[in-house]
């Protein structure tokens, strides 16, 4: 037997210890010992090899805006959208596709293989933010699979123009349809029309909802009754959702239940959500990220992703899942081995399920999409935010990482 590619001495998720055979892009083998002659021989040496890393959450069209962007002047109201409103006109699809570019190799190099981006379209960028990330689709294959949900940042029934801009995007290969109804004159009629146009175009649905600082009134509410009405259960998320930080924890778990039951899928972004929260306190300041770890214990889909990177959403950041998961497990205070292997579901499993492959994972007849993680183990990883130091798509290394070596006298 011969493959295009062996991993010896891989060590998996559930802490066994094996060789990956890989053939056509595909893993043909598993086994401890495999006795055959690959192209490419790799010896892992007992170190961590997970499936590729899946990022269901970013926005390449507006990454690495922060220093184009007016200054932050002042806690609250922050202004993250009104700054970056200003520089839309700006944006060019040369200039969205140069900046997406230089994010996607970050999160290409820290192990991401699978992604879903987010590209706002309205009447100030019309569709170059969706094109200019979308030129990169085709040119990165051979190192992540991308697809594109097209937003409505600014509001969508306010802002007269925007909808036929989603139609167009939708129409020309955006995957899946977004909102962010706590921009809009009726988040209600937004959220309506979303499901409207997910049912025309058979798209999935990836929605901002409920940020905040006060639980009284939950959009997502609505989202699990039309996901019910119409039958899109396991095609719908909900990302920050940050009002689900500070409900009581009965009515945190009766909500919990109500998403898993209709469906609905939760994204936590700890980055965006830490940085933007609790602006309008001065002490006692929210956390802001829901305990997704509590939720998927109760049946709710997860993922954890990076959201906004280098732009005024989110100042900071490096494409690097397993710190954001490491930032994470600090704020939510779940650093047990249970929890950290949960977590690392958040952007590995979950994620995948949430973007619904199923084809997904380390297992024979499956894409051979892998990285090699400088850890025995996601706990570790997690806990020391350990580096990524080979990823390979489809069965071609992608990137590599040297691990670090100490120069002794």
């Not at 037997?1 to 802490?15: H, I, P, Q, T």
């Not at 290969?173 to 909102?179: H, K, L, M, P, Y």
């Not at 039958?231 to 500070?246: D, I, M, Q």
């Amino acid at each position: 037997m011969g493959f295009d590619l062996l991993l010896r001495d891989a060590r998996l998720l559930d802490g066994s210890v094996v060789d990956i055979g890989v053939a056509e892009g595909r893993i043909a083998a598993i086994g401890p010992g495999l006795a055959a002659e690959a192209d490419e021989v790799v010896d892992c040496g007992g170190r961590l090899v997970s499936p590729g890393f899946v990022e269901t959450h970013i926005h390449l069209d507006k990454t690495c805006t922060i220093d184009r962007c007016a200054c932050e002047t002042q806690r609250f109201p922050h202004g993250a959208m009104e700054r970056t409103s200003a520089i839309k006109p700006t944006f060019t699809v040369e200039d969205v596709t140069s900046r997406a570019r230089r994010t996607l190799e970050k999160c290409i190099s820290h192990g991401t293989t699978l992604m879903r981006t987010h590209a706002e379209v309205d009447p100030k960028v019309g569709l170059r933010g969706f094109e200019g990330v979308k030129a990169l689709v085709d040119q990165y294959r051979w190192a992540i699979d991308i697809e594109i949900c097209v937003m409505p940042q600014e509001g969508l029934l306010n802002n007269p123009g925007t909808d036929a801009l989603m139609v167009a995007a939708l129409k020309n290969g955006a995957r899946v349809v977004g909102a962010a109804p706590s921009y809009d004159s009726d988040p209600a009629g937004q959220i309506r029309r979303v499901f409207e146009l997910a049912r025309e175009f058979d798209a999935d649905i990836d929605m901002h909802v409920d940020s905040g600082s006060s639980a009284a009134h939950l959009d997502t509410r609505l989202v699990c009754e039309l996901t019910e009405q119409y039958g899109w259960g396991g095609r719908v998320a909900c990302g920050h959702l940050t009002k689900l930080s500070v409900m009581p924890l009965p009515e945190l778990d009766e909500m919990a239940k109500r998403m898993a039951d209709a469906g609905v899928a939760l994204t936590v972004l700890p980055s965006t959500d830490l940085y933007l929260g609790g602006r309008d306190k001065d002490h006692r300041i929210e956390r802001s990220v829901a305990d997704a770890n509590r939720l998927h214990r109760l049946g709710v889909t997860c993922s954890l992703s990076s959201n906004n990177i280098l732009n005024a959403f989110t100042p900071l950041g490096d494409g690097q899942l397993i710190r954001q998961a490491n930032l994470y497990a600090n704020v939510t205070q779940h650093a047990m081995p249970a929890d950290l292997r949960e977590t690392w579901a958040f952007f590995t499993t979950q994620s995948a399920r949430l973007m619904r492959r199923t084809d997904y994972g380390i297992a024979v007849g499956n894409p051979a999409d892998l990285v090699l993680v400088d850890a025995p183990d996601p706990v570790a990883a997690i806990r020391e935010v350990a580096p990524v130091l080979a990823g390979w798509k489809r069965g071609r290394r992608s990137f590599t990482r040297q691990p670090v070596v100490l120069h002794r006298p």
